[in-house]
């Protein structure tokens, strides 16, 4: 009874996962990869790296490992002269299928562990293919795991999108700034208060801007662009 008890907060807790890592893809399911990725092109004509880089980051997310998105992610970077960032090996692995494929193999993994589960209840023939069904179920939900593991920091990054973005000491529009960040930059979202958001630079170093000038890279809600 332990054991069934255990399994079935085990099951939740991977089905909850699975559904919050679909979620995070299904944010962007009013855009295309190839719509964004087209959209970020046009910025990077006009001059406008923030908007190229947050649509190019936002085409990865249903494209991952695309060349081309890669290529001129990299290339509008360079121009404006900041750092590329290079998934490790893990990350590879996990974007190859996508976000939302892991969030389905999870969810398949589960509903195949709790089958052979109460097969085994039912039964106690077919031992083996019970343990092989199993075996492939935690290896679908560890999947699933690799890929909320990948998706959360993604959770929380944004793109600076206007130039010389003053980085202030406290969430108010007055005073000297503590120093200011290129158009283009990603950071690390930490906090928010009344239109600001306290955050983090690659560098370690932490300040308060104003909402309006960054995007976050996974769209919080359906909301326009900001104009051209």
Same mark, same amino acid.
């Given at each position: ?8 907060? &085990? *099951?939740?807790?991977?089905?909850? %996962?699975?559904?919050? +890592? ?7 399911? =009013? ?90 209840? &039912? *039964?106690?023939?077919?031992?083996? %293919?019970?343990?092989? +069904? ?7 939900? =560890? ?86």
């Amino acid at each position: 009874m332990i054991h069934g008890m255990r399994f079935a907060a &085990l *099951s939740l807790a991977m089905t909850l %996962l699975a559904c919050q +890592a679909h979620a995070v893809s299904a944010e962007t399911t =009013g855009y295309s990869a190839a719509g964004l990725y087209n959209l970020a092109n046009s910025y990077a004509r006009a001059g406008k790296p923030g908007m190229a880089v947050l649509n190019y980051e936002r085409a990865t997310l249903l494209a991952p490992n695309d060349p081309d998105i890669e290529a001129n992610l990299r290339f509008v970077r360079d121009a404006s002269r900041l750092p590329s960032d290079r998934p490790t090996w893990f990350e590879r692995s996990v974007r190859v299928a996508g976000p939302t494929t892991l969030s389905w193999a999870g969810v398949m993994g589960v509903l195949i562990a709790g089958v052979s589960l109460l097969a085994g209840r &039912l *039964s106690s023939r077919h031992r083996g %293919l019970r343990r092989v +069904a199993l075996g492939c179920a935690i290896a679908l939900i =560890g999947l699933t795991v690799c890929n909320g593991v990948v998706l959360w920091p993604r959770l929380h990054e944004a793109v600076v999108i206007t130039n010389a973005t003053p980085v202030r000491v406290s969430p108010v529009p007055m005073g000297d700034p503590l120093f200011v960040l290129p158009e283009a930059e990603t950071v690390k979202m930490t906090a928010e208060h009344e239109g600001f958001v306290l955050i983090q630079t690659r560098a370690g170093q932490r300040g308060w801007i104003a909402r309006a000038n960054l995007a976050p890279i996974v769209p919080r809600r359906a909301q326009p662009l900001p104009p051209g």
